[in-house]
């Protein structure tokens, strides 16, 4: 017969099996309108042509997803900017 593997969590998965580790290089609370163009594609944001054209992407899909739970655009909250780096680690 045909074994089928359990499948597990990453969280419990050994360190062996991990492909990249990330290490937590900066934390910090700012106002959600601080975020800067640079910021918007770090954050996954495609480059939509000029900084204000990305800038007005973020927002809207900021608020698509966070507007109806009370934190919209106009609100400004405070967000947590966590930065990670990409650690090389030996085999």
Not at 56 to 84: C, D, H, M, T
Request: glycine share 6%.
């Amino acid at each position: 017969g045909t074994t089928i593997a359990k499948w597990r969590p990453s969280i419990h998965m050994p360190r062996e099996a991990a492909r990249i580790f990330l290490r937590v290089a900066n934390v910090r609370v700012e106002r959600l309108q601080a975020i800067t163009y640079d910021d918007c594609l770090r954050e996954g944001l495609w480059d939509y042509g000029t900084d204000v054209e990305t800038l007005a992407a973020f927002q809207e899909l900021w608020q698509s997803l966070n507007a109806k739970r009370g934190y919209g655009w106009e609100i400004n909250p405070w967000v947590w900017v966590i930065e990670f780096e990409r650690e090389e680690v030996e085999e």
